[in-house]
């Protein structure tokens, strides 16, 4: 090759070569830009319009409502997924359907038809839901078929592949145990905000944060992997245990009821509580709310009477007066006094017998026996009303339980500077003050349970998702009277049990069982007292060992307006608690005390 | 190639008398060939390069396509997860809600089970009896009273045991259950005769002949 010919070749192939190149850039360059202004300004916005629904996808994902849960775990409100079918009535027209036999056309009439036989409407109803929407908006792209549908309805819509049909998710609460414990539990609206009971006392522990995620999805609308980012996370609510013992509240709500129906009862209630912890193991109702079909009782019914309402608690309360001046070692259970029928104390004040009577010499046994106010009288003046009034304080008397459950009732106990005389000696025998059915019913835990006081426990806690259980409820007891007069208090409640005029119908055979009854006259709303009457019982049992205590009350039972009412129902509740958690009876025999000098 | 190293050198001398750009030039081409025979072994590296970018190319090209493979599968999957989780979560409710009090009391008064409330108990390690015992007694008071006193809106529907076609007649519950979980949910009326309050439980209980 000769030399200078290959370096001038060589040196005009470069140039050429240089040139080349900057062409086809050039010309690479400007079709890039082409496309780019072709891209970003010419098709921007129909580009962008379809890329909107196809590049990323936000779904909001539900947090679950957390669980209300028995003391064994049983489900007493829990957290379903339940489904909106709505349709579009602008589009709602003919289609074509794939099916085995070739392509059909379905009508809108067929098409209401097929829904309608899987919601349980009529095709007409669903042709008139369609023809409202377009009537109100010939646009209108949204109406509501049916709501809350479950997964069964749900799927079998979707099979009907009818285009103008969509779905909406709505997570909703579902009660498996319907009116069982509904009374405690509440409810919440059909948007899914609490409206009564725990559901609202530990919303802050059920409630649950929805999250938001998106995802990229592809041209077939299947998500590509990786794309999810979690915008805000889901939060699900933490379930509360309670401490209700799901078959046993069945029961005492079965009894209730049966009996608060035999006898004629406004309405009645039930607590059966554990003596040595102060849980509740059932708190009924009668009536009670089935918070599955909530609009089926009457609004004044949909609470729970045992914890909002308080009531003069009548002779049950003679318990704590007895508890009281055997504490403070003013009388013992030899102490005798006299009950006349009619008893006018030096500082003012009427008190009667409910009959009439001659004077009649009774021990404190006695007085709790025959019920008797003027013996009542005579052994609670023995103290001050500041005793008095400090151990009704330390029983609970006058102040909202530990139950922590929405609206409680505190009760009413007038500070003692301002009894009158009347007063003063009216809340020895349970009149002039009011409880509530749990402050009654705490009344005999603490006799129970040796003098020591449990607080009322309703919820055992808030079990978060991880398992921890937080916000546990204190259960540290304090005394209120000594052990000795606690067991004083209990063998008089033993004797009461024995020789009331209501034995029969509250005897448990083979057990030792103390008990008391009560008959108080109930406010007519009005300032004075209405003709009816609110008859009570409360005891414990095994007396010898006490396990657990029942307090029954059954407002005005027109039918059978004495304690007789509620007896039967202490006896049948009290036997199932004994026998469902195995109380055996120890066979030890029972005190006798004197009841008279 | 003697030559040609030789004839490198000239333009250098011409470049010495005469400094002419193109001159210069032919100077940095001819160290060209040097290069070149140095970089003929680089081919190598090119093509290793090349085949490289190649097969990265290509497991890329190879690995999307797994992954969108991929994607249709999970995509498959978690449609069967969500349809088997709703599957799943319906069973339990109605679990649930045939495990309530209301539905068992009923189920066990319907076969004539009644409750005693004179509980009882034998101690094994003497014999001893503690309680009182008594029969139970065989009256409708003794049954805790009426039926439906405390309502279950959601066991509207539901059918006692002793209202169930017998086992077997229709197959076992678990199978007929398959379908969307709707055959037990609709009581098969052609079985469902009404049989008399006493007999004998449907689901193959032995029944006592003593009392």
Redesign the interface.
């Known amino acids: 090759m000769p030399p200078i010919n290959t370096a001038t070749g060589s040196a005009t192939s470069a140039r050429r070569r240089v040139f080349a190149t900057v062409v086809v850039l050039f010309l690479v360059v400007t079709v890039f830009v082409i496309k780019l202004v072709d891209i970003q300004v010419v098709r921007a916005d129909t580009l962008s319009a379809d890329s909107l629904g196809n590049r990323s996808v936000e779904q909001t994902v539900y947090g679950a409502r957390g669980d209300i849960l028995g003391s064994n775990g049983d489900v007493l409100a829990g957290t379903v997924m339940r489904y909106d079918i709505t349709i579009s009535p602008r589009n709602a027209g003919e289609f074509t359907r794939t099916t085995d036999a070739g392509t059909v056309k379905v009508t809108v009439a067929q098409a209401a038809a097929e829904i309608g036989a899987v919601t349980g409407q009529t095709g007409d109803e669903i042709l008139a839901i369609i023809a409202s929407a377009l009537a109100g908006n010939a646009k209108s792209d949204f109406a509501y078929v049916a709501k809350k549908v479950n997964v069964d309805v749900f799927r079998a819509v979707g099979e009907l592949n009818i285009p103008w049909i969509y779905f909406k998710k709505n997570p909703s609460r579902v009660y498996p145990n319907g009116a069982v414990a509904g009374n405690i539990v509440g409810f919440v609206s059909g948007a899914g905000e609490p409206q009564a009971g725990l559901e609202i006392g530990q919303d802050s522990c059920l409630a649950s944060t929805d999250g938001v995620e998106t995802y990229e999805k592809g041209a077939d609308g299947v998500r590509i992997p990786g794309s999810t980012v979690t915008a805000s996370q889901v939060v699900d609510g933490g379930d509360v245990i309670t401490t209700i013992d799901t078959d046993l509240q069945w029961y005492a709500q079965q009894v209730l009821a049966d009996q608060a129906q035999a006898t004629g009862a406004a309405w009645g209630t039930v607590v059966v509580q554990e003596v040595k912890t102060g849980n509740l193991v059932a708190v009924a109702d009668y009536p009670s709310v089935d918070p599955n079909y909530v609009s089926g009782t009457e609004p004044a019914d949909r609470g729970s009477r045992a914890f909002t309402d308080s009531f003069e608690p009548g002779s049950t309360f003679k318990s704590l007066t007895a508890a009281s001046v055997l504490d403070s070692g003013k009388a013992s259970l030899k102490t005798g006094v006299i009950a006349p029928f009619r008893y006018l104390p030096e500082r003012g004040g009427n008190i009667n017998d409910s009959h009439g009577h001659d004077d009649e010499k009774l021990t404190m046994t006695g007085v709790l026996i025959e019920s008797s106010n003027t013996g009542m009288a005579k052994f609670g003046e023995m103290l001050s009303d500041k005793q008095r009034y400090d151990y009704m304080k330390k029983f609970g008397v006058g102040t909202v339980t530990e139950a922590g459950f929405p609206r409680e009732d505190s009760g009413i106990l007038h500070p003692y500077q301002k009894w009158d005389p009347q007063t003063a000696y009216a809340t020895m025998f349970g009149q002039g003050l009011t409880t509530t059915a749990l402050q009654v019913s705490s009344l005999y835990q603490t006799i129970a349970n040796d003098g020591v006081r449990q607080p009322v426990r309703l919820v055992e806690g808030c079990r978060q998702a991880d398992g921890t259980v937080q916000h546990k409820t204190p259960s540290t007891g304090s005394r209120v009277i000594s052990a000795d007069a606690a067991h004083d208090t209990s063998d008089i409640l033993e004797m009461v049990y024995k020789n009331s005029w209501v034995a029969k119908k509250w005897e448990i055979p083979g057990y030792r069982v103390a008990a008391k009854t009560g008959t108080a006259q109930m406010p007519n709303g009005k300032g004075g007292y209405s003709r009816g009457y609110l008859v009570s019982v409360s005891g414990f049992a095994p007396a010898d060992d006490p396990k657990y205590v029942v307090s029954v009350s059954l407002a005005d039972p027109v039918k059978m307006n004495t304690s007789a009412a509620p007896a039967p129902v202490f006896q049948k509740v009290m036997s199932q608690a004994l026998k469902k958690y195995r109380a055996v009876p120890s066979g030890t025999p029972a005190p006798d005390l004197p009841a008279n000098w | 190639m003697s030559q040609?190293l030789a004839?490198a050198f000239q333009p250098e001398e011409h470049d010495l008398w005469s400094p002419v750009a193109?001159a210069e030039?032919?100077h940095i081409?001819?160290v060209l060939p040097r290069d070149q025979r140095k970089a003929r072994p680089r081919i190598i590296y090119a093509l290793t390069a090349s085949a490289g970018m190649a097969a990265i190319v290509i497991a890329q090209l190879l690995l999307s396509v797994g992954?969108?493979q991929?994607?249709?599968e999970?995509?498959t999957l978690?449609a069967s997860q969500v349809e088997l989780g709703?599957?799943a979560?319906?069973l339990s409710?109605d679990l649930?809600?045939v495990?309530?009090?209301?539905n068992l009391?009923a189920n066990a008064a319907a076969l004539g089970m009644v409750?005693n409330?004179?509980?009882?108990?034998l101690?094994l390690s003497d014999g001893?009896v503690?309680?009182?015992?008594?029969a139970a007694a065989g009256t409708p008071e003794a049954r805790?009273?009426?039926a439906g006193?405390?309502?279950?809106?959601?066991?509207a529907g539901v059918p006692l045991v002793t209202d169930l076609p017998p086992a077997g007649a229709q197959g076992t519950g678990i199978s007929g259950k398959g379908a969307?979980?709707?055959a037990a949910?609709a009581p098969a009326t052609p079985a469902a005769a009404p049989a008399p309050a006493p007999a004998a439980p449907p689901s193959g209980l032995p029944s006592p002949t003593t009392h």
């Open positions: 040609n004839r193109p030039r032919r081409e001819a992954i969108s991929g994607a249709y999970i995509s978690q709703r599957t979560e319906s409710e649930v809600k495990s309530s009090p209301q009391a409750s409330s004179n509980p009882a108990y101690r001893a503690l309680g009182a015992p008594g805790s009273g009426a006193l405390v309502p279950n809106a959601l066991l969307n979980g709707r949910d």
